[in-house]
């Protein structure tokens, strides 16, 4: 039973990687299509979203299965907990990175936010797709060296998200209504993308060597 068990644990390791693989495209493109106004790749990014979900449903039930029949104990039992954890903030993130690809589409073909702001969400967009190749190595090498250069990344993307918003509320922006709305919201889809890889790495590093990096770390 010890056996399987193993092999069960295997398989949603296998399962999140392949999320995450799925997340780190779907960003990509959403990021591609809001800088370069490609109504073509939003719309991709929009549809694959429905498989993030479908394959996020499907490790989640395998997780519960998994505590229903094998009653795993200790250790065992915070990496089953944690699967469900990690599955739902994957999730997310695909989400957010279909909000990002929304914008995109409803704005085409103009592009989203004003020429001044580009450079700033094209660089949030190149730390958002990193951040997401890093988490999926992250989780399938179990590396926790990687927890740190996403965390610092996520820094970076902090910095970032702020100076949007002090660019939008300065007096010198002249920018419409439906700009600032539109930097606002894709600013905070960016952060929280990240965010939610941070959350991921954390329970990462924790599960393989027993130390809870706090909140503020």
């Known amino acids: 039973m010890r056996e ?3 092999l069960e644990l295997r398989e949603v390791q296998d399962r999140l990687v392949e999320i995450s693989e799925l997340v780190a495209t779907s960003i990509d493109k959403a990021t591609r299509a809001f800088n370069e106004s490609d109504v073509a790749l939003a719309e991709e990014c929009i549809e694959d979203d429905a ?29 089953v907990v944690s699967a469900l954890r ?36 094209a660089e949030m967009g190149r730390l958002d797709v990193e951040i997401a190749r890093k988490l999926t190595e992250l989780l399938s090498s179990q590396e926790v060296e990687l927890a740190e250069t996403i965390r610092n990344d996520d820094d970076k993307i902090d910095a970032l998200h702020l100076s949007v918003f002090d660019k939008v509320l300065g007096e ?8 600032t709305v539109d930097a606002t919201l894709a600013s ?3 952060e929280r993308f990240a965010d939610h890889a941070v959350a991921i790495a954390k329970k990462v590093q924790y599960l393989a060597t ?8």
């Open 172 to 179: 010198k922006w002249k920018g419409e209504t439906v700009d």
């Open 51 to 79: 498989r993030i979900d479908e394959l996020a449903v499907a490790l989640d039930e395998l997780a519960i299965t998994i505590l229903a029949r094998q009653n795993p104990v200790a250790r065992d039992l915070r990496i």
């Open 4 to 6: 399987v068990f193993q």
């Open 188 to 190: 905070r889809y960016h």
């Open 86 to 121: 990690i599955s739902a903030s994957l999730e997310r993130m695909g989400d957010l990175a279909t909000h990002i690809a929304q914008l995109a589409r409803y704005r085409f073909p103009d592009k989203v936010v004003p020429k001044s702001l580009r450079p700033t969400f």
């Open 210 to 217: 027993g130390e809870w990096v706090p909140e503020s770390a």
